[in-house]
C-alpha cells in the first residue's frame, strides 16, 4: 500500500521531494552553460546525480521537522533553529 502524507502550505521543509530539486537545480547551475540546449542536456544529468543516501537524508530531515513541529507545536522559525541546533554525541 501507499501511505499519502498531506503536508501544509508553505513548509517545503516537510516535503523532502523539494530539497531534491534543490540538489538537482545546484548540479544544473554548477553544470550549464546557461542555453537552453545545453540547459535541456543536463536536466536528466541533474535528477540521476541526487544518490540514494542524500535521498535518504533529505527523507530524515523531514522527518525531523515533523516530529519537531508535532512535539513541541512551533512556528517554522523556531522549528528550524530547533532542527539545526548541533547536538554531539559526546556530550552529557
Known sequence: GILLLYTP???PELNPIERKWG???RFARDNCSYSLTALRAV???ALDSVRL???RRFHE???RYMAIYEAVRC???LADLICRTYRSHRRV
Open 9 to 11: 502550505k508553505f513548509h
Open 23 to 25: 540538489a538537482a537545480k
Open 43 to 45: 536536466i536528466p544529468q
Open 53 to 55: 543516501y542524500l535521498s
Open 61 to 63: 530531515k523531514s522527518l
Open 75 to 77: 512556528s517554522a522559525p
